[in-house]
């Protein structure tokens, strides 16, 4: 039996993952990773990071490596599934926050933090699957499943289940707690290179999921140096469950193009953008209801492991690193200890709640469902007789409060404050979104 008992054993060398144990070096307290998989490569497609999340891994000292491989995000901009533009708003450091907004490949922010992790600390230890984490007298055991076929038990102070959706310490400690919950929608992921759409900065969302609603986002400048950008894109729709919920499940562009056949906008032709798509990935829309608990005793939860949502909002990888943070804190000022556990748990477990079931019902989108219902899906002649600007503005500056990434919340914790300066118009010019300043 290995024994690390002074140690904190993060199982899952995800963003949580990853982003926990650069905070644990940064206040002295020894850790190490376990992931399963055998290599940790640059996988999945694009994700978003908020002000706050970019807050928190500027304080680890790795937010001028990922914007070095990023797109700061501009702007969103939201249309209906006719191309006409319903609202826009600036984003990050153009909105007057002090920590940018970021679009980045998932697997080139994972492989920022990965470096940072194994420079700092000690490697990876991949291979290595966690079956099972039991209590023994002031410590965990966990029993791992390496890569040979052998097992292994290693003991550390607590266990930190960062292992995802299909968390196996989440089934541990909730084994009756069923399926996800399926929303009604289902999704298709993809990346395509593209030239700069708009501004070439800017998240999109357009339509609504009732028809067919499209989110687009570039997530890297000039990938082939032709000026072109790799530009992640998310297509949402209505209809029964079609799969199960595994993130690298392979889709076609043909099981959803009819949804878009007609979406010829003089921004953007939709169809050929993505047919042009490097590959597809298909996703149900679906989360777990909020847990009662994240641990006993010397194991908690982390991430999606703790609050799985369904992915709208740009907001999962965000509450990650919250997580990291606030668990790096109670366990630095509490020791590796059960009370430290329970206090971050006491903190985030409601907060987390919150973004789950916004995430159900009012994500910042929602504006385009308010549009859908109050046009009875029809173009109309000028927004503003449809809903007013302030209206729009308001649905948006809820979620953010919801959140935690509001210019108030984030006032309040001393960082990301807004200023006076340059700043992004919130209304088009000749269809298109203008850079102001």
Same mark, same amino acid.
């Given at each position: 039996?290995?024994?690390?008992? %002074?140690?904190? +054993?993060?199982v899952?060398?995800?963003?949580?993952?990853?982003?926990?144990?650069?905070?644990?070096?940064?206040?002295?307290?020894?850790?190490?990773?376990?992931?399963?998989?055998?290599?940790?490569?640059?996988t999945?497609?694009?994700?978003?990071?908020?002000?706050?999340?970019?807050?928190?891994?500027?304080?680890?000292?790795?937010l001028?490596?990922?914007?070095?491989?990023?797109?700061?995000?501009?702007?969103?901009v939201?249309?209906?599934r006719?191309?006409?533009?319903?609202?826009?708003?600036?984003?990050?450091?153009? +909105?007057?926050?002090?920590?940018?907004?970021?679009?980045?490949?998932?697997?080139?922010?994972?492989?920022?933090?990965?470096?940072?992790?194994?420079?700092?600390?000690?490697?990876? @230890?991949?291979?290595?699957?966690?079956?099972?984490?039991?209590?023994?007298?002031?410590?965990v055991?966990m029993?791992?499943?390496?890569?040979?076929?052998?097992?292994?038990?290693?003991?550390?102070?607590?266990?930190?289940?960062?292992?995802?959706?299909?968390?196996?310490? @989440?089934?541990?400690?909730?084994?009756?707690?069923?399926?996800?919950?399926?929303?009604?929608?289902?999704?298709?992921?993809?990346?395509?290179?593209?030239?700069?759409?708009?501004?070439?900065?800017?998240?999109?969302?357009?339509?609504?999921?009732? @028809?067919?609603?499209?989110?687009?986002?570039?997530?890297?400048?000039?990938?082939?140096?032709?000026?072109?950008?790799?530009?992640?894109?998310?297509?949402?729709?209505?209809?029964?469950?079609?799969?199960?919920?595994?993130?690298?499940?392979?889709?076609?562009?043909?099981?959803?193009?009819?949804?878009?056949?007609?979406?010829h906008?003089?921004?953007?032709?939709?169809?050929?953008?993505?047919?042009?798509?490097?590959?597809?990935?298909?996703?149900?829309?679906?989360?777990?209801?909020?847990?009662?608990?994240? %641990?006993?005793?010397?194991?908690?939860?982390?991430?999606?492991?703790?609050?799985?949502?369904?992915?709208?909002?740009?907001?999962?990888? %965000?509450?990650?690193?919250?997580?990291?943070?606030?668990?790096?804190?109670?366990?630095?000022?509490?020791?590796?200890?059960?009370?430290?556990?329970?206090?971050?748990?006491?903190?985030?477990?409601?907060?987390?709640?919150?973004?789950?079931?916004?995430?159900?019902?009012?994500?910042?989108?929602?504006?385009?469902?308010?549009?859908?219902?109050?046009?009875?899906?029809?173009?109309?002649?000028?927004?503003?007789?449809?809903?007013?600007?302030?209206?729009?503005?308001?649905?948006?500056?809820?979620?953010?409060?919801?959140?935690?990434y509001?210019?108030?919340?984030?006032?309040?914790?001393?960082?990301?404050?807004?200023?006076?300066?340059?700043?992004?118009?919130?209304?088009?010019? %000749?269809?298109?979104?203008?850079?102001?300043?």
């Amino acid at each position: 039996m290995g024994s690390n008992l %002074g140690e904190v +054993a993060i199982v899952g060398a995800g963003i949580g993952g990853l982003t926990l144990a650069l905070e644990l070096e940064r206040r002295g307290v020894a850790c190490r990773v376990f992931e399963a998989t055998a290599s940790i490569g640059a996988t999945g497609v694009g994700i978003n990071l908020l002000p706050h999340a970019s807050k928190e891994l500027a304080a680890l000292g790795v937010l001028s490596e990922l914007e070095a491989v990023a797109v700061a995000t501009d702007q969103a901009v939201f249309f209906n599934r006719f191309g006409q533009h319903v609202y826009s708003e600036p984003l990050g450091r153009f +909105a007057g926050y002090d920590h940018p907004q970021l679009s980045i490949h998932r697997g080139d922010l994972q492989a920022v933090l990965l470096r940072a992790v194994e420079e700092r600390l000690v490697p990876v @230890r991949t291979g290595t699957r966690c079956s099972r984490v039991r209590p023994v007298p002031g410590a965990v055991a966990m029993q791992l499943e390496l890569a040979d076929g052998s097992t292994e038990e290693v003991t550390a102070a607590v266990a930190v289940g960062c292992d995802g959706v299909h968390s196996t310490l @989440r089934r541990q400690l909730h084994p009756g707690e069923g399926p996800p919950k399926y929303s009604g929608y289902n999704m298709w992921r993809g990346v395509t290179r593209w030239e700069p759409i708009l501004s070439g900065a800017g998240m999109i969302r357009a339509g609504w999921l009732t @028809r067919g609603k499209l989110v687009i986002y570039p997530i890297r400048h000039d990938p082939d140096g032709d000026g072109r950008q790799l530009v992640n894109w998310v297509a949402e729709i209505a209809g029964p469950i079609r799969a199960e919920r595994d993130w690298n499940r392979a889709g076609s562009v043909e099981d959803f193009i009819a949804a878009f056949a007609d979406w010829h906008f003089d921004w953007l032709d939709v169809p050929a953008f993505l047919r042009g798509t490097d590959l597809v990935l298909e996703y149900p829309m679906v989360d777990q209801d909020p847990l009662s608990f994240w %641990g006993r005793g010397r194991i908690t939860l982390l991430g999606d492991a703790a609050h799985p949502m369904v992915p709208r909002g740009s907001n999962g990888a %965000g509450q990650a690193i919250l997580d990291a943070r606030h668990l790096a804190d109670e366990l630095a000022a509490r020791g590796t200890t059960p009370e430290a556990l329970r206090s971050y748990e006491k903190q985030r477990i409601a907060a987390t709640a919150r973004v789950v079931l916004a995430n159900r019902t009012m994500p910042p989108d929602a504006i385009l469902g308010e549009v859908y219902e109050r046009t009875g899906d029809r173009p109309f002649a000028r927004i503003e007789d449809v809903i007013s600007h302030e209206e729009l503005a308001a649905i948006t500056e809820r979620y953010k409060e919801i959140a935690g990434y509001s210019r108030r919340l984030l006032e309040a914790e001393g960082g990301g404050s807004p200023r006076d300066g340059t700043a992004i118009s919130t209304r088009p010019s %000749g269809g298109r979104t203008e850079q102001m300043g």
